[in-house]
């Protein structure tokens, strides 16, 4: 097949789970035979030529908070169009909407929703309701949808009696590293709390770093990531961390420096109260860490009963959840063990692309895919 993805900032992927997400089913389609382009934003992607085998077609974008994906989107459509895909594969609500225009051409459109964009705190009100909309387009302009959770399955299914096929995010197996380029932040020193994503309201950072702030521990609390659009909700956590020296935020990281973060916590805090299916979380139970989630659906169907949870919101269950967590390092060990145990089972990459692939022949011959044969963990609502 022939295959363009739409919609995401681009590859090689930095920061962003979409990113992450497109890269690995891309480049696992080209050692499967296909021939994939993925459309990448300029500022994003700075590699020229081929990238592990896709064809990176860099175009250029508005770079504005609310121009930036629409703006990419239009032009990369525009040029899938006319370049003859079998298949044209759009990433999130938002650039659904242009999802038509290609099967006027002869290809076949596919959406995957990776989460209700329109639930983000960054958006205004035009913003929000355009992204509402835009569920219509995701499930009516193309010829089949994948969404990355049951809750979003059920979303679809009793919102706009549509049908989708759900095959999560996954993760490669964790390459475990010893602390050598983490040193810089002395954390070889000290048992730290990791939380890795974009500091945007949605991700809940604000209740971490205030329950964190009352734990009576000498760990630190690292925060790899940074902006996304969202300046004044940075710098609302630094003014909320007020000099607490325990608290390293550390901005994004990439690469073997993720990994050794990742190998080395003693434990991962995910505090979301808005999630798709986080890859960041997905991870975290790859490397074997034990996982302090809040109980928002979209995090329970990850990690089942393996992890510790705590309610959404609330900032004195939280403290107290993490601090059970410091003072009791062998219950921490034990969840770690079941957490790993889970990822190895359900979130396999090649799996969950020999899915995608399935999806995509499913589409070229004229169905709608609703069902998904052999093809766990993937399942059908």
């Known amino acids: 097949m022939k295959i363009a993805m739409v919609g995401q900032k681009g590859i090689p992927a930095t920061y962003g789970g979409i990113e992450r997400h497109v890269e690995e089913i891309a480049t696992r389609l080209v050692e499967r035979g296909h021939q994939v382009t993925v459309y990448s934003r300029l500022y994003y992607s700075h590699h020229h030529g081929p990238y592990r085998g896709v064809d990176n ?8 908070k609310h121009l930036d994906a629409i703006s990419h989107t239009a032009l990369a459509t525009l040029h899938a169009t006319f370049s003859k895909y079998d298949i044209v594969h759009f990433h999130a609500l938002g650039p659904s909407v242009f999802s038509f225009l290609p099967r006027l051409c002869g290809a076949r459109t596919v959406a995957t929703v990776h989460g209700l964009d329109w639930q983000r705190g960054k958006w205004g009100r035009f913003a929000t309701a355009f992204l509402k909309f835009c569920e219509v387009p995701s499930v009516r302009f193309t010829n089949g949808t994948i969404v990355v959770s049951r809750t979003l399955a059920e979303h679809f299914r009793t919102r ?11 993760t490669n197996p964790g390459t475990i590293r010893p602390p050598s380029r983490i040193k810089r932040w002395g954390l070889e ?3 730290y709390i990791l939380w890795v994503g974009r500091l945007v309201p949605e991700k809940g950072c604000h209740y971490l770093i205030e329950a964190f702030r009352k734990v009576k521990t000498d760990a630190r609390l690292v925060m790899a ?13 630094e003014r ?7 608290i390293k935020m550390i901005g994004y990281v990439y690469g073997e420096v993720l990994d050794e973060l990742w190998s080395n916590a003693y434990l991962v805090v995910q505090p979301s109260i808005l999630e798709g299916l986080s890859i960041a979380l997905i991870e975290a139970l790859s490397f074997g860490r034990c996982v302090l989630v809040s109980d928002i659906p979209e995090n329970l169907e990850v990690v089942e009963d393996c992890a510790i ?7 004195d269950d939280l403290r107290a959840k993490l601090q059970m967590c ?6 921490v060990a034990t969840t770690a063990a079941r957490c790993q145990a889970l990822v190895e089972e359900r979130f396999s990459w090649p799996r969950l692309v020999a899915a995608t692939e399935e999806f995509y022949e499913a589409v070229l011959r004229g169905e709608r895919p609703a069902t998904l044969e052999g093809a766990a ?5």
């Open 240 to 246: 909320l961390r007020d000099g607490d020296e325990r």
């Open 326 to 331: 410091a003072d009791h390092p062998e219950m």
């Open 160 to 170: 706009h009696n549509a049908r989708t096929v759900v095959i999560p995010n996954g």
């Open 57 to 64: 077609k860099r175009l250029p974008s508005i770079h504005t």
């Open 309 to 315: 949870t705590f309610r959404s919101r609330d900032v």
């Open 377 to 381: 963990p993937v399942v059908t609502e």
């Open 189 to 191: 020193k000290h048992p």
């Open 225 to 237: 990531g940074g902006s996304s659009f969202s300046d004044e909700y940075v710098r609302s956590l």
